[in-house]
């Protein structure tokens, strides 16, 4: 049970390390002359150089180095000061990068303006190097060498192959220059081309459309009768239950236990005889003669006034 544990919380520990590391973050395009391409926030075209996550989680640039120094290594293990590294600053929710997304650096040298603009600065007609170091200033992230020959508004550019080129900014989709977005951008779908030349008047989507309506419809129907046939029999059997009876495989019984025959006749018959009552009388008619009992309410003496004498 221990060793299962002890596993377990090393798999999860190379996990984090795994999901913490900066190997997926790569220098993906760089222009050293910028007279009007990309304006900062100062309204100022500088040198710049744009990261990508190459990852499909968020990943924390802050505390890294990015660097034109070739002996990087060596001047940070002597903690020697250098105007050629910028270490990205902490406590800067902009440093986390979401995933397959960019970061644009302004190479300025002016540190003071934010954190996205670095105090090192990149050289015009002459070879750039840049690299990428982790905070512990050995690990090595990515670097490159960007060539001479770049010229004004002119990028240096990562393609999704590996390779690099320079762009000129031209209208062509394959020259453009996009700091903050993909390198490689394509004004046409080959999906969409390949549908137009076999359905040039739209005849096919709009069948394909009306049967997917008329489809979702005749599916909705089926749903909603369903469900009511189920309603409807859920509701018959709790009435049959509510007045004592039961129902099985289809069949009514009733749960209360049935009558017997001869019960249902003597109930049948005493209903009859207490609906249908009547007197067998003759025709001769029985007067008896009633002695009433004396009442002084009744005496003629307490009802007649005597005459006054004269």
Not at 273 to 290: F, M, P, W
Request: a negative charge; charged letters at 20%.
């Amino acid at each position: 049970m221990r060793k299962s544990l002890l596993l377990l919380f090393l798999v999860l520990l190379a996990g984090t390390s795994f999901a913490q590391s900066r190997k997926g973050l790569y220098v993906n395009e760089v222009m050293v002359v910028n007279d009007s391409s990309l304006v900062d926030e100062y309204g100022q075209c500088t040198a710049w150089v744009e990261l990508y996550n190459s990852t499909h989680a968020t990943m924390d640039v802050s505390s890294i180095y990015i660097t034109t120094d070739r002996e990087f290594v060596e001047h940070f293990k002597n903690d020697e000061a250098s105007e050629l590294r910028y270490a990205v600053p902490r406590n800067d929710v902009n440093t986390k990068i979401p995933p397959l997304q960019y970061a644009v650096f302004h190479a300025d040298g002016m540190p003071g303006r934010g954190t996205f603009h670095m105090n090192i600065k990149l050289t015009p007609n002459a070879v750039n190097y840049i690299a990428l170091y982790d905070s512990n200033g050995e690990t090595l992230i990515d670097e490159i060498e960007v060539p001479a020959s770049l010229g004004s508004n002119q990028a240096y550019v990562r393609l999704k192959n590996g390779e690099w080129e320079i762009h000129n900014g031209t209208t062509v989709p394959a020259d453009y220059v996009t700091p903050g977005s993909p390198n490689e951008v394509s004004e046409k779908n080959d999906k969409i081309e390949k549908f137009a030349v076999n359905d040039p008047y739209g005849v096919g989507m709009a069948i394909m459309a009306m049967s997917v309506v008329f489809s979702a419809l005749i599916l909705l129907y089926i749903l909603f009768r369903f469900i009511g046939m189920l309603n409807a029999r859920s509701a018959h059997k709790k009435k049959l239950e509510s007045h004592g009876i039961e129902v099985i495989d289809n069949s009514v019984v009733s749960s209360k236990g049935a009558d017997s025959g001869e019960e249902i006749a003597a109930i049948a018959m005493a209903l009859y005889e207490h609906l249908n009552a009547h007197d067998q009388e003759s025709t001769i008619l029985t007067i008896n003669k009633v002695k009433r009992a004396y009442s002084p309410w009744s005496s003629k003496i307490y009802t007649l006034r005597e005459l006054p004498r004269r």
